[in-house]
């Protein structure tokens, strides 16, 4: 018998339900320019996944373009490994921030 938690609407549906791939947060990084990774044991716990969420510049900025740079990075899961990479930025281009959120679901 399976356990967990089932909410329902006011019809009868299922709106939410424990079983069905909650996802769990393992940690966060910061994604400069180039290349990167990170090793962390729960990965191998589920199937691992990344949230990129990118910091961009103040809008009233003269030199943001949103270009290639403003591009979430690659991401790639190998055993308890998530690798990462980047495009390099350019002098005249404001390089934006970004934080890759990762986890297991």
Do not use: E, K
């Amino acid at each position: 018998m399976t356990t967990g938690l089932q909410v329902f609407d006011g019809s009868g549906r299922i709106t939410w339900d424990t079983n069905s791939f909650t996802g769990r947060i393992l940690g966060s990084v910061d994604a400069g320019p180039g290349a990167g990774s990170i090793s962390h044991g729960g990965l191998v716990d589920g199937i691992p996944f990344a949230i990129p969420v990118m910091v961009l510049p103040d809008a009233s900025h003269p030199l943001l373009q949103l270009g290639p740079f403003a591009t979430a990075p690659n991401v790639s899961f190998s055993g308890t490994t998530m690798s990462f990479s980047r495009p390099g930025p350019v002098s005249w281009q404001p390089y934006p921030g970004c934080t890759i959120w990762y986890g297991v679901r």
